[in-house]
């Protein structure tokens, strides 16, 4: 069970030209992430210790995980992603072994990317509350602390981790020396909403008529992954109709089907 709870992609596919609307984002993952690894001696040089970790933070569904599968792609770096949520066990100490065998694994693999999602599951601003649940996320978080401090030793290991409720999260991890490099990761502004549609889009056959800069302003408030579900559904529609070309008028099928199912998700920013 322990195996699963880690997902491990020896060669992540996504590349940098997969994600859209990210530049600066990207700039300053590559800048702590890749470069570090591929020119560790400009580092040395200078006299300079690279990032410890580096935390993406943001609504759902904006590109965190692209991010670190992309830089991971071009580093050719193993990819091990860990749920923080996965972390939160029943018994005392499984916790912290799964955070043990997560940099054990990366030590075997690298170079490699270590991915920790939702990493506020377990790093989460200490509450009142004194039941022994909330102890053992407390015994995991600093199990990660003290993994994440003996990291210059780590080589090529580089640790990403990701979070939608950066309020929440205790100032201890945010420390010189652990996730010391913060990089905000919003919601797509329209420009980048069409870039984002024109990335999904790319392989589909889309009729002269639909304008991605128009689909890109009756977008707000769009995630890029509700752009991507949007021009998939709008594919699905045309197949629907038997037709070959996907048309301005499937987008907005689509668009109704989706805003109409994803009110709780708060599609749009109406
Ligand atoms: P979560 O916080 O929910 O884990 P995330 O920020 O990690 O989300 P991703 O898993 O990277 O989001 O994105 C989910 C999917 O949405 C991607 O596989 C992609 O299809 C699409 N997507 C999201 N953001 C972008 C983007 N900036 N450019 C292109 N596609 C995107």
Do not use: C, W
Not at 127 to 142: F, H, I, L, N, P
Request: glycine fraction near 8%; avoid cysteine; hydrophobic fraction near 40%.
């Amino acid at each position: 069970a322990r195996a699963q709870a880690m997902e491990v992609d020896e060669s992540p596919t996504v590349e940098y030209d997969d994600i859209g609307g990210l530049d600066e984002q990207l700039r300053e993952v590559r800048e702590a992430v890749e470069d570090p690894l591929v020119n560790p001696e400009k580092f040395d040089a200078v006299g300079v210790e690279p990032p410890s970790g580096v935390l993406l933070h943001g609504p759902p569904g904006t590109g965190k995980t692209m991010l670190a599968k992309a830089v991971a792609n071009q580093t050719d770096a193993t990819f091990i992603k860990m749920a923080g949520s996965e972390l939160v066990r029943k018994f005392i100490g499984e916790g912290s072994r799964l955070v043990r065998d997560l940099f054990e694994l990366a030590d075997q693999k690298e170079p490699a990317i270590i991915f920790i999602d939702e990493i506020d599951a377990v790093a989460a601003k200490r509450t009142d509350s004194k039941t022994s649940g909330d102890a053992e996320v407390q015994r995991t978080m600093m199990q990660l602390l003290s993994e994440m401090d003996g990291f210059d030793e780590r080589g090529d290991v580089r640790i990403i981790a990701a979070t939608n409720r950066f309020d929440m999260l205790d100032s201890a991890i945010l420390r010189p020396g652990r996730f010391d490099r913060l990089i905000e990761v919003p919601n797509p502004v329209e420009e980048a909403r069409e870039r984002i549609l024109e990335i999904h889009a790319a392989e589909m056959n889309v009729a002269e008529s639909v304008d991605f800069t128009d689909l890109a302003r009756d977008t707000d408030g769009f995630s890029g992954a509700q752009l991507a579900s949007l021009t998939t559904e709008a594919g699905m529609f045309a197949i629907r109709d038997d037709r070959r070309e996907v048309r301005r008028e499937d987008f907005d099928d689509a668009y109704e089907k989706l805003v109409a199912e994803g009110d709780d998700e708060e599609f749009g920013a109406s």
